[in-house]
C-alpha cells in the first residue's frame, strides 16, 4: 500500500513537474516571440524614418551642389571663392542645413579651396582623395560619394560628395559638399535603440559611411565580405534578419534595413538581441541560465573562431610573402618586383621625381652552372643579391626578374647619379669572392630614367635594351638607354 502511494505520490510530483516546466517552457517561448515581433516591428518602422531622413540629408546636398554648379555656370568669368554674390549663396546654403553641409571647392591641381577663404586655400592638397579622383574617371564621374574620411584641416570625419565642375572661374574642376558626422550623430542617436542599438549607412559596395553611435573604428571599414552583406544587405531592397554574429562587433542582432532611392546607399536599424530580451531574461530565471550556458559557449565558440582567423591570418600573410619573394636570393620576385613599380611610377607622377630601373645580369652565368654545377650557380646568385642588396638605399627597390637576371629600381634619381650608383654596384660585386669556382663574377647593367606618360612595361623594355647594348658590347659594363 505504502509502495503504491509512493508511486502515485512520484507519479503526481512528476506530472507537476512536467506540467509546470510544460507551462514554463510553453510561457517562455510565448514571451519570447512575441518580444521579438514587437521589436521587428518598430525596428522596420525606425528604418523607414531613418531611411527618409538619410534621402532628405542626401538630397539637400545634392541640390546645394547642383546650385553652386548652376551659378558657377552662369557665372563662368567669375572666380566663384572671391565672387560676394556666390560666397552668400553658399552661406545660405550652409545655413539652410544648421550647419551639416559644408561645401567646398576643388582645384584642378587637387588643392583645396574653402568657401569663404579663410586662410585654408591652397595649404592643402586633396588630389589623393577618392571623391576628386572619381570626376577625372568617366566610369565614376558625376554625383559621387566617397570614402567617409577625416578632414586634414578641420581633423573631423565627414562624408564627401562630390560633382565634376565643367564651367567656373578661379580653375576650379570640382564641387563636393562635406556631410560633418559629428553634426548628424544627434539627429541619428535618437532613432537608436538604446544601450547598444545601432543605426547604420553604407555605401552600396559594403563600406561604412556613418555609424551611430560613432566610432572611428567601425567607419570607413567594409563587410562586403561578410553574411550579413552577401545574404541580406547587398542583395535585398530591404529586409528584416537576426544575425547571431555581427560582422562590427560580433553581437547577436536584430536588424531591419533598405536601401535609400535614388542613392547607393543602405541604412540599417539594430538592436542587441540582449537588450531585446532583457526583460523576458528578468522574468524567466530558467531562461536566464540557459542563456549564461549559450553565452558560454558562444564566448568559447568565439574564441575558437578568433584563433582560427588569426591562424588563418597567419597563413594568408606566410603564403603572401612566399607568392611575393623569390625562394633563393630573398629578394623580391618579378611580381613584386611590377607592384613596386607600378607605385613608383605613381609617385614620381604625383611629385614631378626622377626613378630610374637598372636591368642586371650576370655574365656567362650558364658557363658557372655548366662548369661548377648548379649548387655553386644558386650560390652564386645568392651572393650577387646580397651585395646588390647592400649598396641599395633604404627607399630604392630590387627584385629578381627571372634566371640570372635582377632589377634595381632606383627612387628619385636620374641617369647621371643612377650611373654611378650602378658602377658601384658592379664594382661590389667583382670582389666578391667565391671559393667554389675560379674567376671573377660579373655582371653588366642597362640604364633607364623613367619618361612622364612612360608605362611600367615601357620603362622595364628600354633597360632591357640598353642592357643589350652592354652584353653586346662585351659585357662586364653599363649603358643608358641614350646609348642605344
Partial sequence: MQSGNRQIVVGLVGALLVCLWSFVGFWSWWERSSIISSNTLNLEQLTTAVQEQTKGLFKQAETSLVVANHWMAAHPADDPGKAPEFIDLVERLRKTSDGLLDIRMVTRSGGLRYIPDRGQTNHTNVADRDYFRAQF???????????????????????????PVDKAGGDVAVLFVAIALDGISGSFESERIKPSGTVDISRMDGTFLFRSPMDGKVIGSSIAQSTAWTQHLGVSPKGVYQSERSPVD????????????????????????????????IQSFNLAMVAVVVSLFGVLLGSRLMRAMTSEEKSRRELEHLMLTDPLTGVGNRRMLRLQLDEEILRAQRYSRALTAVFFDLDHFKRVNDTYGHKVGDSVLTRVAESLSS?????????????????????????????????????????????????????SAGLAQWRPGESGDMLLHRSDRALYRAKESGRNRSHTDQDT
Fill in 137 to 163: 574617371d568617366e566610369k565614376t564621374r558625376g554625383l559621387f560619394v566617397a570614402n567617409p574620411l577625416v578632414s586634414r584641416v578641420t581633423g573631423k570625419w565627414g562624408i564627401p560628395i562630390s560633382i
Fill in 250 to 281: 560580433g553581437k547577436p542582432r536584430l536588424v531591419s534595413f533598405a536601401r535609400v532611392p535614388d542613392y547607393p546607399l543602405v541604412v540599417s536599424v539594430t538592436a542587441a538581441v540582449d537588450d531585446v530580451l532583457e526583460p523576458w531574461r
Fill in 391 to 443: 649598396n641599395l638605399r633604404q627607399s630604392d627597390h630590387i627584385g629578381r626578374f627571372g634566371g640570372e637576371e635582377f632589377v634595381v629600381l632606383l627612387t628619385e634619381t636620374g641617369i647621371e647619379e643612377a650611373m654611378r650608383l650602378v658602377e658601384r654596384m658592379r664594382a661590389a660585386v667583382a670582389a666578391i669572392q667565391m671559393p667554389e669556382m675560379q674567376g671573377q663574377i660579373t655582371i
